[in-house]
Each structure stands twice: as structure tokens, then as C-alpha cells.
């Protein structure tokens, strides 16, 4: 079974000031794989009903410089806008995925709205172990009923994978100079207010897929709200995804297994105990020596050597300027696109359909077919 993506509740942080248009914010982020980080905007105004949407967003400016204007901060959905003139609050969501975030440390957000507001609310909730495609499932509202201190309020929205990691953000409009304290009966992330307005996060694990209701109750009347829920779910597959460059070396105790992607260039090596399967797509630079077998479908362009003691089995398929030197049988379909600039040198045996295709000045496609086991 899939497990849920983890919400890094610890490394939560918010901005809660008054008055304001901009504000700051340092961030810690984990070093787990497949992080999504989410950036809320719940703030509440009373004079202009713009005054409250998101101008500039920006992550780590002097490093990574991530932000709306370059694209790396992505919105979820549609911006909602909660507004009984002249009184709004907003409910803005935002991402960053893996792909762009850096790894773990401390970073500062920067975020700024159109105009000053009347309570100037932000929260950032990092998601690691989620899926880096769609988000499973969103949903969104914006109401201007009110709802009575003391009152269970609830917005739902439907999964669509199971083992689903369900979150939900609110930014509330309160009735009077006031503050609150807000409870759910989900997990707490968030909790802040001030001067007329509240942001409020709250996340859910969900097995099944179906409608999940998000709840928040408030000590004091709530006179408007926005809400942005999202469902996110673990990677297809429970394979890892690795989306840069690596410079360095992956080296699991056990396989890489279903579905292992690495979209650029590793230039170290991999290097585990286990096997090697099932769409493995990755130029490297550097060797492979895996103590079991590279299986399924492998799709690598080599610079180094494979060097497996499982052996080569069931159409891998690879460019080779190494050499290639498994203990263990090289078998069923073993592809090589190119020359081998190296050795093929097995241990064990060599055998049903290892094909080379290559090309020569004299010729387009060349195929050897080497044939073992009594058949030439």
C-alpha cells in the first residue's frame, strides 16, 4: 500500500501583521524527495478589494530566485475573493515542485500584495513523498455568509486517489476588532489573526478515495471566507523520481524499482545491492555496479562500464561506450544501440538475442546477433 505524503508540520511558518503590503519570512525546508511547497494568501482588508491580492511572490531572491514573474511559483486554481464592499478577505494558492525547489535548508519567502491591508496573512506548508504531476484533486470557494462563533463550518472536496494527503486552507473575515482561535477536527498547521481577519490551515490523511469535509470552528463570528483545499497523493507507482541533474552518486541498499525516472544527466554512479528495473531512463556519466540485475525495459546511455553480478536481462536497452562486464547471464533481448567501445566480457553466459546495432561508414545498421546455448 501507498503511503500518504507527509506534511512537514514542524517547518510550517506564517506572516501575521497589520497594516501591511509586504512582508518576510524564513522557511526550513526538509531534504526528503518529492517535496511540493504550498504559499497561501489569506489576507483581509477594509478600504480597496484589491488591495489584498498577491503583487510579487519570491523564494530565496539572492539564490534560487524562485517567483511568479519567472514562473518557478506556480497558482492552484482560481484565485477567490470574498467581498462585501469595502470589506474582502482573499484566498490565493500557490507551488513550488521538486524540481525547482533547492535542497533542505533555510530559505527567506518574500510576498507582497497590491495595496496595504488591514491584516496582512501568509502560511508556507511544505508536502514531501507527494506526486510531482496534477495535484489528485482541488477545490475552492469564496462566501460571505456568516457563520456564528462557536459553529462548525465545513468545505469538502473530492479525492480521487487513495491514500491521499488532504489540506485546507481558509482566509476569514471577523466580525469586530477581534481575534480568534480557531479548532478543527482534522491536525492543525496554522492558527493566526488579528485585527478583523483570520488564516487558518488544517490537513486530513484520507485511505479512500470519495468526498472528504474540512471543518474549522471559530471563537469569533466569521462574516466571510475564502477556501482553498487541495488532495495530494504519493508517486504512481512508489518509484522515486529524481528531476536534476545528479552530481553525485545514488546508491540504495536495495533496487531502483517501477517506474525510475532521471530526466538529466547523473555523472556519478549508481551503485546497489539490489536490482535495477523497470524504466530506468538516465544518461550517466559515471558506472553501474549493481549486485543484482538490470531488468525490464532499462533505457541508459552509458559512458562508463555496467558491471552487474545479476546480469543483463529481458530488453534492456543501451548506448555503450564502456565496457560491459556482468558476472551473471546476459539474457533475453539485452540491446546495445551503438557501438561498445569497451569489452563485452560475461562471467556467466551469453545468450538469446543480444543485439548490437552500430553503424559504419560502409554500412547504415549493422546487427550481431550473438546466439549461445547451442543455437549459432
Known amino acids: 500500500m501507498a503511503a500518504n505524503p507527509t506534511v512537514a508540520t514542524a517547518n510550517a511558518v506564517s506572516i501575521n501583521t497589520s497594516g501591511a503590503s509586504s512582508g518576510s519570512v524564513n522557511i526550513t525546508l526538509t531534504g526528503n524527495a518529492n517535496r511540493r511547497l504550498f504559499l497561501f ?11 489584498n491580492s498577491t503583487s510579487t511572490l519570491v523564494f530565496d531572491a539572492a539564490g534560487a530566485n524562485l517567483s511568479l514573474a519567472n514562473g518557478k511559483i506556480k497558482r492552484v486554481g482560481t484565485d477567490q475573493l470574498a467581498m462585501e464592499s469595502p470589506y474582502s ?62 459553529t462548525q463550518h465545513s468545505d469538502s472536496i473530492t479525492t480521487v486517489g487513495n491514500n491521499a494527503t488532504v489540506l485546507a486552507f481558509w482566509g476569514l473575515s471577523l466580525t469586530g476588532n477581534s481575534t480568534t482561535t480557531v479548532t478543527t477536527t482534522q491536525n492543525e498547521i496554522i492558527d493566526i489573526s488579528g485585527s478583523n481577519g483570520a488564516l487558518y490551515c488544517s490537513w486530513v490523511e484520507k485511505a479512500t478515495a470519495g468526498a472528504q469535509a474540512m471543518d474549522f470552528t471559530s471563537t469569533t463570528a466569521v462574516s466571510r471566507h475564502c477556501a482553498k483545499i487541495v488532495s495530494v497523493v504519493a508517486p504512481s507507482g512508489g518509484g522515486p523520481t529524481f528531476t536534476k541533474a545528479l552530481a553525485g552518486s545514488v546508491t540504495p541498499a536495495g533496487g531502483l524499482a517501477t517506474a525510475v525516472t532521471l530526466t538529466l544527466l547523473l555523472t556519478g554512479a549508481i551503485s546497489l545491492a539490489g536490482s535495477i528495473r523497470r524504466l530506468v531512463g ?9 549486485t543484482g540485475a538490470l531488468t525490464k525495459r532499462t533505457a541508459v546511455s552509458f559512458t562508463g562500464a555496467i558491471t552487474a553480478a545479476g546480469g543483463l536481462v529481458r530488453r534492456a536497452s543501451a548506448k555503450l561506450t564502456g ?20 569489452a563485452i566480457t560475461a562471467a556467466g553466459v551469453v545468450s538469446s538475442r543480444i543485439v548490437v546495432i552500430t553503424k559504419t561508414a560502409g554500412e547504415r545498421i549493422r546487427r550481431l546477433f550473438y546466439k549461445m546455448l547451442g543455437r549459432r
Open 41 to 51: 494568501n489569506g489576507s483581509k482588508d477594509n478600504t480597496d478589494p484589491n488591495d
Open 89 to 150: 478577505s482573499v484566498g490565493e494558492l500557490f507551488e513550488i515542485l521538486e524540481a525547482d525547489l533547492p535542497g533542505a535548508g533555510t530559505y527567506q519567502i518574500d510576498a507582497a500584495t497590491t495595496g496595504s491591508c488591514q491584516r496582512f496573512l501568509w502560511c508556507f506548508v511544505e508536502v514531501y513523498g507527494a506526486d510531482q504531476g496534477a495535484l489528485d484533486a482541488t477545490a475552492e470557494t469564496s462566501e460571505t455568509a456568516n457563520v456564528s462563533g462557536g
Open 282 to 290: 538516465v544518461s550517466l556519466a559515471g558506472s553501474v555496479s549493481a
Open 323 to 342: 565496457s560491459l562486464t556482468p558476472s551473471g547471464t546476459v539474457s533475453s533481448r539485452f540491446v546495445i544501440k551503438q557501438a561498445v567501445a569497451g
